[in-house]
């Protein structure tokens, strides 16, 4: 993942959080939230992740080891939940979306600090049970896994979509 030690102090996280929450947001609903995952927490967040696959078919030792060390690749992970509150006015799909800016908006924090991040998903989001050992309610989902760090090397450019064919004149 490319993303060392330090990662954000205490400090430095709660204002990287304060300015990925300045997202567009219909209603000022607030349907996201974050959890923190660093320091030893990693190691209980990772242990709590193995214990849901441990006893999953086609599980091996090299498996589960790796799951025991899964918050430990990035000295920090923020986990950004989002979390819709019914609404007659703001739809389910635009507070999903405002979650989504959130990630990317603490990832351009994170740089502008002079660290870098990371936004993934991997299995735990898509897994109901490692939601559940994550402490997720039923109507919330992970909108991100956005691991935090110092680059130990620059971001690779890699090849892009092609714009001018996504764009068209109505
Ligand atoms: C919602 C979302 C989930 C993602 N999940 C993953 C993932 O689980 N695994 C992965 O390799 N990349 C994932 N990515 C892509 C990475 O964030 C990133 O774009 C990719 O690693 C390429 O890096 P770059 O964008 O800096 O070139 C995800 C992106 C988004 C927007």
Same mark, same amino acid.
């Given at each position: 993942?490319?993303?060392?030690?330090?990662?954000?102090?205490?400090?430095?996280?709660?204002? %990287?959080?304060?300015?990925?929450?300045?997202?567009?947001?219909?209603?000022?609903?607030?349907?996201?939230?974050?959890?923190?995952? =660093?320091?030893?927490?990693? =190691?209980?967040?990772?242990?709590?992740?193995?214990?849901?696959?441990?006893?999953?078919? /086609?599980? =091996? =030792?090299?498996?589960?080891?790796?799951?025991?060390?899964?918050?430990?690749?990035?000295?920090?992970?923020?986990?950004?939940?989002?979390?819709?509150?019914?609404?007659?006015?703001?739809?389910?799909?635009?507070?999903?979306?405002?979650?989504?800016?959130?990630?990317?908006?603490?990832?351009?924090?994170?740089?502008?600090?002079?660290?870098?991040?990371?936004?993934?998903?991997?299995?735990?989001?898509?897994?109901?049970?490692?939601?559940?050992?994550?402490? %997720? @309610?039923?109507?919330?989902?992970? @909108?991100?896994?956005?691991?935090? /760090?110092?680059?130990?090397?620059? @971001?690779?450019?890699?090849?892009?979509?092609?714009?001018? @064919?996504?764009?068209?004149?109505?």
């Amino acid at each position: 993942m490319h993303l060392a030690a330090p990662g954000p102090n205490a400090e430095e996280l709660d204002a %990287l959080i304060k300015l990925a929450a300045r997202v567009p947001d219909h209603g000022k609903l607030g349907p996201w939230r974050f959890v923190v995952i =660093d320091g030893e927490a990693r =190691d209980r967040a990772s242990a709590a992740l193995e214990q849901v696959i441990r006893n999953d078919e /086609g599980v =091996d =030792d090299a498996r589960r080891d790796f799951v025991r060390g899964w918050f430990n690749r990035a000295p920090t992970c923020v986990m950004v939940v989002s979390s819709p509150r019914p609404s007659p006015k703001v739809p389910e799909w635009e507070q999903i979306l405002s979650a989504g800016a959130v990630c990317f908006n603490l990832i351009l924090a994170a740089h502008a600090l002079g660290f870098a991040g990371s936004w993934l998903t991997e299995w735990p989001t898509f897994d109901e049970r490692a939601r559940t050992a994550l402490g %997720l @309610a039923s109507q919330e989902r992970v @909108a991100g896994f956005v691991y935090l /760090g110092t680059p130990t090397k620059g @971001a690779a450019e890699r090849v892009r979509a092609d714009v001018s @064919a996504r764009i068209s004149r109505y």
